[in-house]
């Protein structure tokens, strides 16, 4: 029976899964997910029941857990729970493809070295997707390496969508507006397809709110615009990051400041966002949780960017007929998606409180112009969907 393990590093965890390739759709043996690297990082593992096999392990360290110390541990918990597993390809979540990468591909080690020269475009992410992806081929070289991009989804954007005001030579170059999260969006857009097709044909704004966050408008499940642009720094603010932001302060930090390149990189990729503004953390749980004045600031600033977002990319569709949250924040905060949608009647939006309580598939009200879903995003099963495809 043959496998697919499918790599899915964001910038604080790591998602892992077994998939048996033996019919037409891919079906899940096991999951797991290293979550909180860089901290107390822990290990879970499930079986497809949802059952726990490892609940929330510490990981065991001399320092900090890193991506790589967190996937050698996963494949030690995959290789003692499931030692027959018969791994023939591994997929892999990668951030950035570049303007090469429109869909799935098989890669190779040149493969690697070549999405190596995007890593100043997606600092938090790239070198750890590409670490899995060496560390998969040291450990499985026989398998077949298929590279999934967040990118891809949004490849088709429309021009408006996809340019800067800058000379023309630059966007020759490659400096556009990429576009990231397109794996989960991809599966949004299919499950939507599934189960609500009047809704998919239609305008929908999908929120992928987590550690990193951004929004994707689309239209009959094609991108038309996205909250993030260049790099993953655009659009919402985010666990570390700063989103949106006037590049007149990047001058004025140079400047003024003293800052030097590396150091404005480490302050808008690692120090801002929430854990900036509230001085304490940047996970939403520590925050809905806290008593601290910044803490809920951060919170306020957060739901409205979101909410300003969501009303400029129903502009950019010319209309709105469904709004997706998923995401770790937006498939299990009520806090965070009641506060997104309040006083969005004018546009349609009306929130069912009781719903929303409890993470319901639909949490709109019967009589509201808009549709509110929660559906939780699966970009495994879009990259075990794409291995089993490129490898046959």
Known sequence: ????????????????????????????????????????????LKNPDGVRLIDAAPIPTDGVVDHQGALATALNALNDHLP??????????????????????????????????????????????????????????????VGCFDTAFHRDHPFVNDVFALPRAYYDKGVRRYGFHGLSYDYIAGELARTAPQLHAGRVVV?????????????AGQSMASSMGFSTLDGLPMGTRCGQIDPGVLLYLMQQEGLSADGISTLLYTQSGLLGLSGLSNDMRTLQSSDSEQAQQAIDYFTFRARRELGGLAAALEGLDGVVFCGGIGENSSLIRDRICAGLGWIGIEIDAAANATNAPVISTETAQVKVMVIPTNEEIVIARACAKLTG
Not at 207 to 219: E, Q
């Open 84 to 145: 027959q597993a018969d791994i023939v390809t591994v997929g892999h979540r990668i951030v950035h493809g570049g303007l090469h990468y429109s869909g799935p591909a098989l890669i190779d080690a040149k493969s690697v070295e070549k999405l190596a020269e995007l890593e100043p475009f997606a600092p938090l992410h790239q070198p750890h997707n590409l670490a899995a992806v060496r560390a998969a081929m040291q450990e499985f070289p026989q398998a077949a390496q």
């Open 1 to 44: 029976m043959a496998h697919a393990l499918t790599l899915n590093a964001g910038s604080s965890s790591l998602k892992f899964g077994l998939f048996d390739l033996s019919a037409v759709e891919p079906s899940l043996i096991a999951s797991g997910k290293a979550d909180r690297i860089g901290g107390a990082a822990t290990l879970t």
């Open 207 to 219: 929120a992928h709110l987590g550690n990193g966050a951004s929004m994707c408008g689309m239209k």
